[in-house]
């Protein structure tokens, strides 16, 4: 085995993908499930990172940019254009000619793109378009766009099927209890969570790609190291339509304490409240939305929007996860610590890499830097001689578009299946949002057996089928990988909680699970959606008058 890449969240499995394009052995393990970590705890934004203009990260500006233009081409139904608006309120500590200034340099960096480019708003023109903002202080805006990649769990799974589709292995809720260098190679002990079989692989390269769990890995591994990780939380919670509610994204700086914060609509109606970004501390499996944050942001949320009224019981799910960035002790907040993504050779054994930083919008990118390093690395003459082999070669991955994408026209082929899908539209537009041109496959599983024509309880728009597919071919094993992150309905009001029965049964007819199995398995699915439930006894926000100096 050329290469052994531990994490199948974004980052891990781009760096797999682009591996097994470029023709290595490879195989991916984990010890939970695709997307079970921070890539499915992110704003769900594809974005060039206007925040990173502050720190003077341009490079890492740039590449972001070039990475977002590059998901809308390569995976249209994951990944579509999405506005946003910056306002310029009195309050603010970037005064609003800084903010016209960055906007105009994002837009330079972003001179490729195929969105438009920004444009001012009038404090009149606001008053229009967005009738629930504070009016006190407001002066203007920036209105641009960024992209939403509304179902994020879903590019790790057709990441994953071009992994195996290219002849690579992929094993899931398995965990690395050990690393060691053999004259082999490095020595990978693992084990099934799930059955509890132990199994070894050898592999020349191993990249530790296991996010915040990155050090806890290395410190099963023989010889003493550096901290590599300085996690932050993220957390975000959901709310329904609300009065005032925004048409586009809002991004504005907070007036507690300047940090920004995020009104997002989603898809489904409802809108996503977020970030913060907090310095943590212990085990990352443990994260979860605090009251102190769910207070702060609640509280911003009804500065920006009067009319909104928006308290704990408004809380559809709260979501949390640790962003793994690079250890820096000398950042004063976690705002200061850059999100760019660096590949670390291990001092103590040959062939072992650990990766830090990444963000879902460059997660491709990252995969190139990645095998670019392990080129180099087993290319006689090194880091020279790797450049000069792959001047003027593109990565495979490059113009490579996912499997829900790989058609000629997407837009054609989008409004083909719209008129010919048995199924009604709102059914037929939750298959393409999810599976792309794979949609077809979903709906023939439903034609050839009719029970699984049937939606899911609570959730009039989905199939069966979909449950079935999870299964036989995106490599899913417990009922919370399908609701979670095969079907995405965890993340919506009720949590999924009626549809997960109904799915058991159906996971079961699959897997041979027995009655028993499938309550354990509707157990455990409620068990983990109670995690993302608010806190039951949240501080009640304040709401200080707004400042209009």
């Known amino acids: 085995m050329d290469l052994l890449v531990v994490g199948a969240g974004v980052n891990g499995l781009a760096i797999a993908r682009e591996a097994a394009l470029r023709g290595w052995s490879t195989a991916v393990v984990d010890g939970e499930d695709l997307a079970a970590g921070t890539s499915s705890a992110s704003s769900r934004l594809v974005h060039g990172g206007i925040r990173y203009l502050e720190n003077m990260e341009f490079r890492l500006v740039r590449e972001s940019l070039r990475e977002r233009e590059r998901l809308l081409r390569s995976a249209p139904h994951l990944v579509s254009p999405y506005p946003l608006l910056i306002p310029f309120y009195d309050h603010n500590r970037r005064p609003a000619w800084m903010l016209r200034v960055g906007m105009a340099l994002y837009d330079l960096l972003s001179y490729d793109k195929t ?3 920004h444009r001012l708003l009038s404090a009149k023109d606001l008053e229009r ?5 504070e009016k006190r202080g407001l002066r203007g805006a920036a209105l641009y766009f960024d992209a939403q990649a509304a179902n994020a ?3 790790c799974i057709e990441q994953a099927l071009d992994v195996v589709g290219l002849g690579g292995r992929l094993s899931t809720h398995t965990r690395v209890e050990r690393l060691s260098e053999t004259p082999e190679g490095i020595r990978a002990e693992l084990r099934e969570t799930i059955t509890g079989r132990a199994m ?9 790609a296991a996010g915040p769990w990155a050090d806890r890995l290395l410190a099963e591994v023989p010889g003493s190291r550096t901290r590599l990780i300085g996690g932050t939380k993220g957390s975000h919670f959901a709310v329904g339509p609300f009065p005032g509610a925004p048409s586009t994204g809002v991004h504005y700086e907070a007036a507690s304490d300047g940090r920004a914060v995020l009104v997002l609509p989603l898809p489904d109606g409802n809108y996503l409240i977020g970030a913060t970004d907090i310095f943590f501390e212990g085990d990352p499996a443990d994260a979860s939305m605090s009251r102190e944050e769910i207070s702060y942001l609640l ?3 009804n500065r920006l929007i009067p009319s ?7 809380i559809l799910y709260t979501v949390s996860g640790i962003r793994p960035l690079p250890f820096t002790p000398s950042a004063g907040s976690a705002a ?4 760019d993504h660096h590949v670390v050779a291990d001092p103590w054994i040959r062939g072992l890499f650990s990766v830090t930083g990444g963000k879902l919008t460059t997660h491709r990118a990252l995969g190139e830097m990645a095998m670019d390093v392990l080129e180099r690395s087993r290319r006689p003459g090194g880091l020279w001689a790797g450049r000069l082999h792959r001047l003027g070669r593109r990565a495979p991955a490059t113009a490579l578009k996912l499997p829900g994408a790989r058609c000629e026209d997407w837009p054609s082929f989008r409004r083909r299946f719209l008129r010919s899908s048995a199924f009604g539209k709102g059914t037929a537009e939750r298959l393409l949002s999810l599976y792309g041109m794979r949609a077809e496959r979903v709906e023939r599983l439903a034609r050839a057996e009719p029970a699984l024509a049937r939606p899911l309880p609570g959730y009039p728009h989905s199939l069966g089928a979909e449950v079935v597919l999870s299964v036989r071919e995106e490599f899913a094993q417990t009922l919370i990988d399908v609701l979670a992150r095969r079907l995405v309905l965890s993340w919506s009001p009720g949590l ?3 549809a997960a029965p109904a799915a058991a049964r159906l996971m079961g007819g699959e897997l041979g699970w027995d009655e028993r199995r499938e309550q354990a398995e509707v157990q455990a699915y409620r068990a983990w959606a109670s995690k993302h439930r608010a806190p039951e006894h949240a501080e009640p926000p304040a709401v200080p008058a707004p400042s209009a100096t």
Do not use: F, K
């Open 115 to 117: 969105t438009p480019r």
């Open 336 to 339: 200061e610590v850059s999100r």
């Open 153 to 155: 769990e879903r590019l």
């Open 308 to 314: 909104a009224h928006l308290g704990e019981a408004d």
């Open 299 to 301: 509280g911003e949320v």
């Open 200 to 208: 070894t692989q050898i592999a020349s390269s191993v990249v530790n």
């Open 129 to 133: 378009d967005y009738p629930g903002l």
């Open 496 to 498: 999924a909680e009626a």
